[in-house]
């Protein structure tokens, strides 16, 4: 059966008591959307009030990021098994901590190795800049991005595992890929590495994400995809009614 995954990053925005209103909101709009999984991703510092309003809930919780070290004098860090105490899921790669934060393939790998260690869920991120789309050098950049940040990982670990492809050039910008094109890049390209990597049956089972300026207008489009497992949404799961609205879409293309 076809599973659909929509999670919300929120980035850094919204204060703990912001964070709680907004997810009031979503919880209870979210209960006739039970065949759609869903995640939101707040701010660590909001992480453990959202997730204690989501206990119970269908509503699952992840942070934005993680060190890989388990303790030690790495000074505002957070490391794997204090995020897997309040929370399920964790955002690794993202091109804003690539571009702002000199993330490399090699440190989302280290990452996304201790997270899996630590029991959490992964939502990993790949996608290629303008330029590198302008240079037609997608496929290269990706399969990239994918080989060295899963370098190493079990076929048993993978199934921890969500990819959000997240081309950098549509993050934010209110330009999403098109849907043939996003599921080119996750038919063609990543789905082939996931059944290289960890076999045809597991690799199938991975669900790949889209991300970059889903809205409640363009969910349902990209989500009939075949090969577009849900989304990671950002600008627009920081308003209830909008990240309802893309949940309701997804609920939607599940039932036909
Ligand atoms: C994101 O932050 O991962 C993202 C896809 O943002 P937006 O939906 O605002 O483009």
Request: negative net charge; proline residues 3%; glycine residues 10%.
């Amino acid at each position: 059966m076809r599973r659909i995954f929509v999670a919300g990053n929120w980035k850094m925005h919204k204060t703990i008591a912001e964070a709680k209103e907004l997810v009031s909101g979503i919880l209870s709009g979210l209960g006739q959307y039970d065949n759609v999984e869903a995640a939101v991703c707040p701010s660590y510092l909001a992480v453990p009030a959202v997730s204690e309003l989501c206990e119970g809930t269908p509503l699952k919780v992840g942070a934005q990021n993680v060190y890989w070290e388990e303790s030690g004098a790495y000074t505002a860090e957070v490391a794997p098994q204090m995020v897997a105490e309040v929370c399920d899921y964790v955002i690794v790669g993202h091109s804003e901590r690539r571009k702002l934060f000199g993330e490399t393939d090699e440190t989302v790998n280290k990452r996304l190795k201790a997270a899996l260690k630590a029991g959490l869920k992964v939502i990993v991120c790949v996608g290629e800049t303008l330029e590198e789309n302008e240079a037609g050098e997608t496929e290269k950049v990706v399969t990239r991005q994918m080989k060295d940040g899963l370098a190493d990982i079990s076929a048993e670990q993978a199934m921890d595992i969500t990819i959000a492809y997240e081309p950098v050039w549509a993050i934010g910008t209110g330009r999403a890929a098109t849907p043939e094109d996003a599921n080119h890049v996750h038919k063609d390209v990543i789905r082939p590495l996931l059944n290289a990597q960890f076999g045809e049956e597991r690799g199938e089972s991975i669900r790949i994400q889209y991300g970059g300026s889903i809205k409640p207008n363009n969910a349902a489009e990209l989500f009939s995809m075949s090969d577009i497992d849900g989304g990671l949404v950002g600008g627009a799961s920081l308003d209830a009614e909008s990240f309802l609205a893309i949940i309701k879409a997804a609920s939607k293309v599940l039932n036909g």
